[in-house]
């Protein structure tokens, strides 16, 4: 069965601090990668998606990601991140063909003012 | 507005006491499903449906019922709750778009905790 792994479970940074979540998937064939952010109190919403095409994909406040099909992997980054950025991140796997996604067990990312 | 919505928000019950949860779209969905969330375990899938009258079991399907009787509605069944069923749960929507889903549009969730 499909699995996706989320290595770091609680990140700290202080505003302005660089971010890169890992997301590592285990799925052989073509897939579609999602990340969805829970901000506190929230319900998910999808921050960024990849289908196809260019693996850099950009998402909504400022951050990206980065498909490597050779390394199954699917890392989530921003160059500078503010305390607003503090949420509960998950990365999520769709098989090509298949309509279930696998999220990942979530990264909490608290940003310090 | 586009939406999913859950209802109750909160909900407090005892072991055993049948309870359901509601949920609604508005966006004329094929694909909806739920899932629970616990602390340390992410999101699990409890069951899925590709359309009406279609339904599946995701991961963690023990002691749910759903039904999908018509397209804008899914509602989450305990027939007989017990304790470790305490979680958040999370409605979810989206159009089957091409081969794969297209993004999940989430309700706001419901705190259920089980006495």
């Known amino acids: 069965a499909q699995s996706v792994s989320q290595h770091n479970h609680h990140v700290i940074l202080s505003e302005a601090a660089s971010l890169e979540l890992g997301c590592n998937y285990s799925?052989?064939?073509?897939?579609?990668l999602f990340w969805y952010v829970q901000y506190p109190g929230q319900h998910l919403q999808l921050l960024l998606k990849?289908?196809?095409?260019?693996?850099l994909v950009k998402g909504i406040k400022g951050f990206e990601a980065e498909f490597i099909k050779s390394k199954f992997s699917f890392n989530l980054r921003k160059p500078s991140v503010q305390w607003s950025d503090t949420a509960e991140y998950f990365c999520a796997v769709v098989e090509g063909g298949s309509y279930i996604p696998t999220f990942g067990r979530g990264t909490s990312l608290i940003v310090h003012p | 507005e586009a939406q999913v919505t859950q209802n109750p928000r909160y909900l407090i019950t005892v072991t055993g006491k049948k309870l359901t949860v509601t949920c609604s779209q508005n966006?004329?969905?094929?694909?909806m499903s739920w899932y629970r969330q616990d602390p340390g375990l992410g999101l699990r899938q409890i069951y899925y449906?590709?359309?009406?009258?279609?339904?599946d079991k995701g991961d963690v399907p023990e002691g749910y019922k759903v039904s999908r009787k018509e397209k804008r509605n899914f509602p989450l069944i305990l027939e007989s709750p017990s304790p470790n069923q305490t979680s958040l749960y999370f409605c979810?929507?989206?159009?089957?778009?091409?081969?794969?889903?297209?993004?999940?549009?989430f309700g706001s969730g419901t705190q259920l905790s089980v006495l």
């Open positions: 990849y289908f196809s095409g260019d693996p």
């Open positions: 799925y052989g064939g073509t897939v579609n």
């Open positions: 449906s590709m359309n009406v009258e279609v339904t």
């Open positions: 979810a929507s989206s159009t089957l778009g091409g081969a794969t889903n297209e993004k999940l549009f």
């Open positions: 966006m004329n969905h094929e694909y």
